[in-house]
C-alpha cells in the first residue's frame, strides 16, 4: 500500500505543473517553462530513488539504476509534453507509473527479493505530442534511428522558435549518447472509450491503426472581400475549406470505423477583415485499422486536392508528410502482459491503439508491450480527460508486474 500512495502522492505534485486555474487541465507543451518545471521535479523524484538522470541531444530525458554492469537496459516510460489545455493524463500517467514500477523492482534488487538479467531506465520523451514541433514522437523517433538529429532540432514552433533553443532555454539538453535496450514498455490511458464500456481493467495493445498526416500550404491571392469579383478570385481560405470537407467526405465513404479523419491546425494569412486570404497552412490526417484502406483514402485525397485546385484556382503545395503502417506488437509480449493480469485478477482484454505513441518507434528497434488503463468516457487531448485512481493503481501494479519480468529476461529469451 505505501507504494501506491506514494505514486498517488506524486501524481497530485506533477498535476500542479501547468494546471490551467479552474479546471483539471494541464498546459505544458514541450520545452515549454511548465515543461521545464516538471522535468527539474522529475529528475529530483528519479535521483531520490537512487536513479542516475541523463538527458541526450534530443532532450529525452532518462533516469537509469545499473545493477547487471555492461548490461542492457529494460526501458520504459511515455512523455510529459501535453496539448494545450489539455487533460493531465495523457503520456504523463505513463512516465510516474512506469517511474514507481521501477522504484518498487529497484527495492525489490536490493533486497535480493528479485533477480535481474538487466538493468532499469526510465524515459520521459521529448516533443511526443508535437503540438508545438513537428513531427509528433520526435524524441523516439531521434532516439530509434527515424528521424534525423538535425532535422529536429531545426524544427520550428508557430513563433519561429527551433527545438534547439526552446531546448537550450529550460537546459534540458544533453549529451547523453544511445544505449542497448534490452526491451521496452510503455502504459498509457486509452483515450478511447471502448474498455469503460466492456469493463476492462488493463487493455493488452496487440496493433498501431495505420496513419497518414498531411502538411500542405493553399496558395491563391490577396483581394477585397468585397470589391474583387467573384470569379477573378483565388482565395485560400476557400481551398482549404474544400480540402477540409473533402477528407469528412472521405470518411463518410467507408463503414464506420474504419477510417477517421480530421484538420487539426490551420494558420490564415492576412487573416484581416475584408480581406480574401492569399495563404493558408493546414494539417490533415487519415488513420486506419487497415493499411489497405489508408492506402486508398491516400490516393482518394491526392486526387480531390487536384480538383479542388482547378474548381478553386488555388495552388495546394504537400510541404511535409508523416506516417506509419499498421503494425503489430509481439504476441509472444501481448501474452507475457495477459498472464501477468491473469494472474494478478485483473480484466484484460486485447485491444488496438487508434493513436500514436512513442513505443510505435520503439517496436521496430527492441521487443516492445503497450498497455492501456481505461478514459472515462474517451474523452482525451481535452481538460475533462480523466482516469480514477483504482484503474491509475491497477495499472501501475500490473505494469509492475510485467517490467519485473522484463528485468529477468523473460521476454528475450
Known amino acids: 500500500m505505501k507504494h501506491e500512495e506514494a505514486f498517488l502522492e506524486d501524481w497530485s505534485e506533477l498535476a500542479r505543473f501547468g494546471a490551467i486555474r479552474g479546471t483539471q487541465g494541464v498546459y505544458r507543451q514541450a520545452a515549454s517553462e511548465a515543461d521545464g518545471k516538471q522535468r527539474k521535479w522529475f529528475a529530483g523524484l528519479l535521483q531520490n530513488y537512487g536513479f542516475t538522470v541523463q538527458r541526450d541531444a534530443i532532450g529525452n530525458q532518462f533516469g537509469l539504476l545499473e545493477v547487471v554492469p555492461g548490461a542492457p537496459y529494460v526501458l520504459t516510460g511515455s512523455h510529459l509534453d501535453s496539448q494545450p489545455t489539455a487533460g493531465r493524463f495523457d503520456g504523463a500517467y505513463g512516465v510516474l507509473a512506469s517511474a514507481h514500477a521501477c522504484f518498487r523492482i529497484a527495492e525489490e534488487l536490493r533486497s535480493k527479493q528479485t533477480t535481474a538479467l538487466y538493468n532499469l531506465a526510465v524515459v520521459n520523451w521529448f516533443n511526443e505530442e508535437g503540438s508545438r514541433f513537428k513531427p509528433s514522437m520526435m524524441g523516439s523517433g531521434v532516439f530509434t534511428g527515424k528521424l534525423a538529429l538535425n532535422s529536429a532540432l531545426s524544427a520550428t514552433d508557430p513563433h519561429g522558435i527551433t527545438a534547439q533553443e526552446a531546448l537550450d532555454k529550460i537546459n534540458e539538453r544533453g549529451s547523453m549518447k544511445p544505449f542497448d535496450v534490452a526491451s521496452y514498455a510503455e502504459i498509457h490511458v486509452q483515450q478511447g472509450r471502448s474498455m469503460e464500456e466492456d469493463g476492462i481493467s488493463i487493455g493488452l495493445v496487440d496493433a498501431t491503426w495505420a496513419a497518414h ?47 477517421h479523419t480530421a484538420c487539426c491546425e490551420l494558420y490564415l494569412y492576412p487573416n484581416s477583415p475584408v480581406t480574401v486570404a492569399s495563404e493558408v497552412d493546414l494539417h490533415i490526417d487519415l488513420r486506419s485499422p487497415s493499411a489497405d484502406v489508408i492506402r486508398t483514402a491516400y490516393a482518394s485525397f491526392l486526387s480531390r486536392i487536384e480538383a479542388i485546385k482547378q474548381q478553386t484556382k488555388v495552388d495546394i503545395e504537400v510541404t511535409a508528410e508523416h506516417k506509419w503502417d499498421q503494425n503489430p506488437y509481439p504476441n509472444n509480449g501481448v501474452e507475457l502482459a495477459r498472464r501477468v493480469a491473469q494472474e494478478a485478477g485483473l480484466s484484460h482484454d486485447r485491444v488496438m491503439t487508434v493513436a500514436g505513441h512513442d513505443s510505435t518507434n520503439l517496436k521496430d528497434i527492441a521487443p516492445t508491450i503497450m498497455l492501456f488503463v481505461p478514459s472515462t468516457e474517451g474523452i482525451s487531448h481535452n481538460v475533462h480527460e480523466h482516469t480514477s485512481d483504482q484503474d491509475m493503481i491497477a495499472g501501475l501494479n500490473h505494469l509492475t508486474g510485467v517490467v519485473r519480468r522484463l528485468v529477468a529476461g523473460e521476454f528475450t529469451q
Not at 498526416?213 to 477573378?232: I, N, P, R, T, Y
Not at 483565388?234 to 470505423?257: F, K, N
Open 213 to 259: 498526416k498531411f502538411e500542405l500550404k493553399v496558395v491563391g491571392d490577396q483581394a477585397h472581400s468585397g470589391a474583387a469579383l467573384m470569379e477573378d478570385r483565388r482565395d485560400a481560405l476557400l481551398g482549404a475549406a474544400q480540402l477540409i470537407v473533402a477528407a469528412r467526405e472521405l470518411t463518410d465513404s467507408y463503414a464506420p470505423g474504419k477510417l
